[in-house]
């Protein structure tokens, strides 16, 4: 079993950064790839960004190429997701996952987090 909790969350102006944290536990962290989802109300959940267990293989979505950021610290079990250059369009609550490969299927990911929610202000 793996518990992944999300923090980082709130409100920003369009333009501004926000940092969301996951932090895993349960399971060894170090072998997953980490995923970042979002879904915003009336939409499927999406895709975002996902990153290998040594961290050399990245994939983004690419609505975030160039503004985002996902990284890992395999000693503290934590993955983040670095948001630059927000927009309204980027408000959603975002959830980690934990898998076994990089897909950007939501069904390819085994574990969950709560979500944490990010708004962004025009």
């Known amino acids: 079993q793996v518990q992944l909790v999300e923090s980082g969350g709130g409100l920003v102006q369009a333009g501004g950064s926000l940092r969301l944290s996951c932090a895993a536990s349960?399971?060894?962290?170090?072998?997953?790839?980490m995923g970042w989802f979002r879904q915003a109300p009336g939409k499927e959940r999406e895709f975002v960004a996902a990153?290998?267990?040594?961290?050399?293989?990245?994939d983004y979505k690419d609505f975030v190429k160039g503004r985002f950021t996902i990284s890992r610290d395999n000693a503290k079990n934590t993955a983040f997701l670095q948001m630059n250059s927000l927009k309204p369009e980027d408000t959603a609550v975002y959830y980690c996952?934990?898998?076994?490969?990089?897909?950007?299927?939501?069904?390819?990911?085994?574990?969950w987090g709560q979500g944490t929610q990010v708004t962004v202000s025009s």
């Open positions: 990153i290998s267990w040594s961290g050399a293989v990245r």
């Open positions: 996952a934990v898998g076994s490969a990089i897909r950007r299927r939501p069904e390819a990911f085994d574990y």
């Open positions: 349960g399971r060894t962290f170090s072998s997953s790839v």
